[in-house]
T-cell receptor
């Protein structure tokens, strides 16, 4: 069975500071990994995805994530936080056999002015 | 604009009542999914359908049923609602089941069961 662990239900950073949201996965076969963002009262929007091509994946809004197989991690980063980045972020995992995606519990990103 | 439409957006329901949440997509995706989102629990899969005419159970299927009569529609029914079914429900789809493709999500249906 596959699973996702997001470390930190809440992360607070200052505007302009580095954003780092942590995600570790468990999968018995090569995984496909995703980061989604959810703004208040909206659905989920794809930020980026890893599907076994380049290990460093660039997404929308300046976010990127690096797949590290040895650490079973897929952490999300952004060099400089903006107020508009305040949202809920979800890491998700799938494999070629899965029905749907398995989501982590989410990390609420707070941007301090 | 192509995408997923969910209805209603929000609903307050008395316990014991029957409720159907509607989901329609116009992307001709084969696979569709229903998730519920609860604070601190993330999103959990309720039911899914890999293609029209087939359905399957997800992680939390009890108290819910689905049907997939055609490609576009995937309604979720609560036969007799209970307060623990108070949640935000998201419908999602992707082009093919069990592939590397991402899911596309609707805007959600907020359900309160009293």
């Amino acid at each position: 069975a596959q699973s996702v662990t997001q470390l930190g239900s809440h992360v607070s950073v200052s505007e302009g500071a580095l954003v780092l949201l942590r995600c570790n996965y468990s999968s018995s076969v090569p995984p496909y990994l995703f980061w989604y963002v959810q703004y208040p009262n909206q659905g989920l929007q794809l930020l980026l995805k890893y599907t076994s091509a380049a290990t460093l994946v660039k997404g929308i809004n300046g976010f990127e994530a690096e797949f590290k197989k040895s650490e079973t991690s897929f952490h999300l980063t952004k060099p400089s936080a903006h107020m508009s980045d305040a949202a809920e972020y979800f890491c998700a995992v799938s494999d070629s056999r899965a029905d749907g995606l398995t989501f982590g519990k989410g990390t609420h990103l707070i941007i301090q002015p | 604009i192509a995408g997923i439409t969910q209805a209603p957006t929000s609903q307050i329901l008395a316990a014991g009542r029957r409720m159907t949440l509607r989901c329609t997509q116009d992307m001709r995706h084969n696979a569709m999914y229903w998730y519920r989102q609860d604070l601190g629990l993330g999103l959990r899969l309720i039911h899914y359908s890999n293609t029209a005419g087939t359905t399957g159970k997800g992680e939390v299927p009890d108290g819910y049923s689905v049907s997939r009569a055609n490609t576009d529609d995937f309604p979720l029914t609560l036969a007799s609602a209970v307060p623990s079914q108070t949640s935000v429900y998201f419908c999602a789809s992707r082009r093919l089941a069990a592939t590397t493709g991402e899911l596309f999500f609707g805007e959600g249906s907020r359900l309160t069961v009293l």
